[in-house]
């Protein structure tokens, strides 16, 4: 049943029940009097009622009715929220003064706008609206997502205060080592963590770091990374401090830095939001049609529009110039085409959308003990813009003490292909030099398949330099590269490469390859061919075969070999799932000339720890090496949110600490991530389960199931939807109080059945509480579900004294039947 439909068949029996509930209710179920009472006015009903345009639902709107069915007047302002922005200005302002004369509501009539008709529908109890195409406003029709994901009011979001550690560990035993017999016994333990403190929530700041401990006779602990960010997720921009990653274009240099940085950053704080240019286009509909949105060949999209104007945007592209055809075929059967080229790159930004990363702070070089930071401060940063939906203009820079960098980047658009071209300058103690760097890619169709080519060129001056480069000058004069991909028929996929490097002192160097790839059903086969020319070294060519062949959806066999050093390699695998109890393992033999061997490797998960172990045979025939090894390794994790503390399996990006309310007590809890599926995590003996949730600034689905769950519980969706950031913790209680259901029979004073009435339960304890809508049936069975302990007070229609009061036992979980609830008051 259609979201719609439901929703009229709820309020067409709501409207029903409350027409029978209309008189008081003392009058309703007193005797008879001596003489019928005078009449009276027809009683109103404010009622949410569906409004529709052109037959499609778009938003509920607040009501009074009479209980004749007559509609009095609307919400004046939901209704301008809902229609407003489908009208074009001159209409929208007539409304818009409309709306001002009315409080709260507005009567149909009023509404009835020049090409803005509104009509009840009693037969379905909604609000029907048409508008005329003259005053309709163009409507956006998206053909891909493209929307920035955020929390809704049924959606959990992070505790205020949350933390948490993974803890990786291992530990290696050398078995046998011929060569080197004072490596044999048991290594050293390495300890590897990771964690982060969250204070204040989604909006807050979060601590990231990490550690790792290294055992033996020169035990230390050293630290990783640490750094402090704030996530300003609505405008994908990242305040970091402490240790940070300067993002760097091509003709820059780059090295971590202990600094301060900000970056607009839409792939990890608005994952879902599209910033390149996916394409748009306007087109009229003067009557009710199907569309057909054709690109490159394919039909992508079949739908149902009404009359009007609209805009398509976010068409799926393909790199490069895309052919996009409109077949249009209305209701009177006449079949238009409209056609029209686009050019896309994952490269380009959409018109008005800007990237940028600024950080200043000094480098961070690893040593043998760790990592120290220099004493030369360094600035890098880099500012893009979308200036239409062709083209994109960049500028960069990088400066310390001793070097200096700036330069520019520009991306085009064109029907011939995307260019991207880039201009660097720098000055430094080795002088003054230049780079420019020149790329294209094209896309294009070839025996009806896709097919793709790019061209890399990268050239360097002498002098050139990027910051932290070492070297006097420039080694590498030219840089050159070639790469081509396609589609072929009967599943056959081919591609081809060409490199060349021109070096002002090391050795040239030419690579060249090509290979071929097919599907037979569970059968993949490839081959790939590699040739390699280096200057005073020769020629080298060699080719790979791949073969895999899969049994199952885990269960497959893997093998390679390459020619010239006979090196091959054949495994069995079963792939891990994701599930408590799944078991994977991989088992190997591998060789080449005087070489051969033997892995194994295997991994189990538990509810509070993933376990696994690899075996390594290592034998050199021509040396007489071997050698024996064992690596066994551990991780769990730990997390508190919101005062609950938790155990279990390693975290991603963020967790969950998923508990169990003292009403279900008896019963098992297993949880699932991302919908109903594999268990990730059991509520077990030990305590609350610890959940990954993985996607940050996503909505995120933790669905749990209750192994015998009490009769008549109430347990909701069983669904949490949570909303993560960068390291979020939440705690998420699986039943509560409100959880019993009481279920009985409502008779009048004579003992018959009080049918089709509209009631609530009112809390006597908790007034604060909102009331739990009751029906009965024809037999005057009610059901109410969603009540905690305590005294509740049972209203009809509008009657919220009847004097009949139920009570839920305080020691209930489930269903509570009252039988018999007497209109009189007595509760039997």
Known sequence: MSEFSAKAYFLAGA?????????????????????????????TIDV???????DVYIGDIAARTTTGGEVIGVDAKRFRDLIGPRVNDSARAELEARIAAANPLISLAALQVPGIEVAFDSANLSLSVSISPEIARAQELALSPNIIDSPNKNTVLPAAFAGGMNFFVSKAFVHQDKLNPTR?????????IDGFLNVGGIDGAYLFH?????????????RGNITLIHDDWRNAIRYAAGDVDPFALPLQGATPLGGVAITRAFAELQPTRNVRPAGRTSFTLDRDAIVEVEVNGVITRTIQLSAGTYNLRDLPFTEGLNEVRLLIQDEAGRREIASFSRSFTTTLLEEGINEFSFAVGFPRFPTGKGFRYGDNPQFSGFFRQGVTQSVTLGINAQADRHTQVAGGEALLATTLGTFRMEASASTSRAGEGFAAAFGWIKSFSLLDQ?????????????????????????????????????ALPGRVFANAAFGYTDRRVGRDRTRWSGGLSRSFGKLNVSVLYEGEDEQFRGVDHRVFFNLSFRFGSRDGINARYETGSDRYRVEYERSLTNSVGSLGFRAGLSGADGERGFQGEVDYITNRAELGGRFDLFDDTVSGGRVRQTTLRAATAIGFADGAVAVGRPYRDGFAIVERHKTLAESSVKVAVGGAGEVYARVDALGPALVTTNRPYQRNLVTVDVENLPTGYDLGAGVFEVFPGSGSGFRLTVGSDAASTVMGVLVDTEGQPVSLIVGTLKSIDRP?????PLFTNRAGRFAATGLKPGRYKLAIG???????????????????NVGKVQMSGANK
């Not at 029978?20 to 009058?27: D, M, N, T």
């Open 15 to 43: 409207a029903a029940c409350a027409a029978v509930a209309a008189p008081p209710a003392k009058a309703q179920y007193a005797q008879p009097q001596a003489s019928d009472p005078p009449a009276q006015a027809q009683r």
């Open 48 to 54: 949410n009622l569906p409004l529709t345009l052109r």
């Open 184 to 192: 044999e016994g048991a290594k050293p333990t390495t300890v590897g």
């Open 210 to 222: 990490q550690w790792t401990y290294n055992g033996g006779r020169d035990a230390r602990l050293t």
């Open 450 to 486: 896709l097919g793709e080519v790019e061209a890399i060129w990268d050239h360097r001056s002498r002098d050139f330099s990027v910051l932290n480069d070492g070297s006097v000058g420039q080694d590498i004069k030219n840089d050159v590269a070639f790469r081509y991909r396609q």
């Open 768 to 772: 604060g509480d909102p009331p739990i």
């Open 798 to 816: 509008s009657d919220e004294d009847t004097g009949l009061e139920i009570v839920i036992p305080n020691d209930s979980a489930g269903l509570v």
